[in-house]
């Protein structure tokens, strides 16, 4: 069994920045896919970014050019590095990792971005 652990999350002011990683605790067990979603108030689970072995990055509309995800395939980690945060941010970031089909979730971390 795989688990994945998020630490970085916080409380920041609007146009501040925070850096979430991303550990799973099994070393050798690589993921195809990882990356981070997020869950706001009272909305839906969405996708932030996720990104391939290869390097190949997906950002969701709202984060392009302020957020950037990066990879270590050795570590197994994945990070987000959020620049230019705002209220809308705020939510709890869950990071996944995806492999033979199955998705694997962290237990999430709580932005909050004050106004």
């Known amino acids: 069994q795989v688990h994945l652990v998020e630490s970085g999350g916080g409380l920041v002011q609007a146009g501040g920045s925070l850096r979430l990683s991303c550990v799973a605790s099994?070393?050798?067990?690589?993921?195809?896919?990882m990356g981070w979603y997020r869950r706001a108030p009272g909305k839906q689970r969405e996708l932030v970014a996720d990104?391939?072995?290869?390097?190949?990055?997906n950002y969701a509309d709202s984060v392009k050019g302020r957020f950037t995800i990066s990879r270590d395939n050795v570590k197994n980690m994945v990070y987000l590095q959020m620049n230019s945060l705002k209220p809308e941010d705020t939510a709890v970031y869950y990071c996944?990792?995806?492999?033979?089909?199955?998705?694997?979730w962290g237990q999430g971390t709580q932005v909050t971005v004050s106004s």
């Open positions: 099994r070393s050798g067990f690589s993921f195809n896919i």
């Open positions: 996944v990792g995806s492999r033979a089909g199955n998705d694997y």
């Open positions: 990104m391939t072995t290869g390097g190949t990055p």
